[in-house]
Structures are given as C-alpha cells and as structure tokens.
C-alpha cells in the first residue's frame, strides 16, 4: 500500500525550533514530489511548498518563503517541514501529500496530519 | 497568485438530493482543476482532477465539469457518506491555490 505516515502531534512555546517529518512508503519516494500544506483551525487548505526528493529542488508559496524550510532524506524516503522560531500563528495541522506525477499534478496520496500547537 | 471561489459556503441536503458545488477562477485555468473531500479530523482525499476526470475508488455519483474559468462537483444522489466539506483546487500556476470550502452537511 502506498502511504505517507507523519510524525505525532506537538504542542511548543513561541520561539521554539520544530521539525515533523512524513516517510512514505509502498512507492518510489525518490521520485515523486512531495507538498506540505496547511490548515488553520476552522479554516481551508494552503499549499506551504513542494520538494523533489531526489535532488531536494524546493519550491516555497510566497506567503511561507523565509517562514519555514522544507528538506528530504532520500535515504530514510523522508520529508520534513521545520521551523527556527515558532510563532502562534504557526498553530494548525500540516499535512504532507505525494504529487501524482510530473509537476503539475493533483495529491492523490495524503499523510494522516500533524497537529501543531503552539502556546504560551 | 490565481484566486479560486467556491459558492455556496455552505449547502444544507437531504440524502438523495442532487448537489453541486460551483468554483469560480480569477484567471483561464484549463482543465487544472481538482476536487478534493474532507471529513472532520481526516486528511482530504481526492476526487475528480483535470476538471471531469475521476479518482479510482470514487462512487460514480461524483461528476465533475467545466473548464477555462468556471467548474462545478456534482453529486447525484447525496448519501449519508457524502456529508463532508469539498474542496477545489488549481493546478494550471504555481502556487496551486485552494477554494475556501464548501461544507454539505444535513438538511
């Protein structure tokens, strides 16, 4: 079975370092792009960025380039989205999606969802 | 960035309804449009892509049209498994941009 299987939930401080990871598995990993997107509590889906985990090429969406960093460990079939210094905004459930094929393509295989909180 | 609208927000059905959610592009997007389904506390999952093309494994009541500018997600004969918020999504420039969401839920 094709799957990606993210890391557990996280509850940090503002100014915290954070780094979650989604392995696949079942497929390739190589050679098929991975995204990370997000969801605000009560809210929609925002793509965050896209990598190639072959050669770790990685597009950000403006509204997140400088914010987080995306990278991949081909070795481990890994990807990982992290953070230097966690704000409260950064609150929400990231989830990590496998492309189809070729950009552009549609996420036909999803990750189960990392809920990250972050709090005082 | 390529803005995507979905109307209504929210659409209240009964079980055997028709349905259809509407998605409005700011831009000629082609066929690069995807519909994806969420349920409360699950990852979305994908339905219709290239704008009518469907998923393996989608119940044949999901239909998808449209192309260029404006799209829409049928549901033919709603089912209890349907209640769900959806999702549409372009794909034609980067960033791929998501709608804000339509939930069905009961009538």
């Known amino acids: 079975e094709e799957q990606l299987v993210q890391s557990g939930a996280e509850v940090k401080k503002p100014g915290d370092s954070l780094k979650i990871s989604c392995q696949g598995s079942?497929?390739?990993?190589?050679?098929?792009?991975v995204v990370w997107v997000r969801q605000m509590p009560g809210k929609g889906l925002e793509l965050v960025g896209i990598i190639y985990p072959d050669d770790s090429d990685t597009t950000y969406s403006p509204s997140f380039e400088g914010q987080v960093t995306i990278s991949a460990d081909r070795s481990s079939s890994t990807a990982y989205l992290q953070w230097s210094s966690l704000r409260a905004s950064d609150t929400a459930m990231y989830y990590c999606?496998?492309?189809?094929?070729?950009?552009?393509?549609?996420?036909?295989?999803w990750g189960q969802g990392t809920m990250v909180i972050v709090s005082s | 960035d390529i803005q995507v609208t979905q109307s209504p927000s929210t659409l209240s059905a009964s079980v055997g309804d028709r349905v259809t959610i509407t998605c409005r592009a700011t831009q000629s997007i082609g066929p690069y449009l995807a519909w994806y389904q969420q349920k409360p506390g699950k990852a979305p999952k994908l339905l219709i892509y290239?704008?009518?093309r469907i998923e393996g494994g989608v119940p044949s009541r999901f239909s998808g049209s449209g192309s260029g500018t404006e799209f829409t997600l049928s549901i033919s004969s709603l089912q209890p498994a349907d209640f769900a918020t959806y999702y549409c999504q372009q794909y034609h420039n980067y960033p791929w941009t998501f709608g804000q969401g339509t939930k069905v839920d009961v009538k």
């Open positions: 290239q704008a009518s």
């Open positions: 079942g497929y390739f990993f190589p050679n098929r792009w």
């Open positions: 999606a496998r492309l189809r094929g070729s950009r552009p393509d549609v996420f036909d295989v």
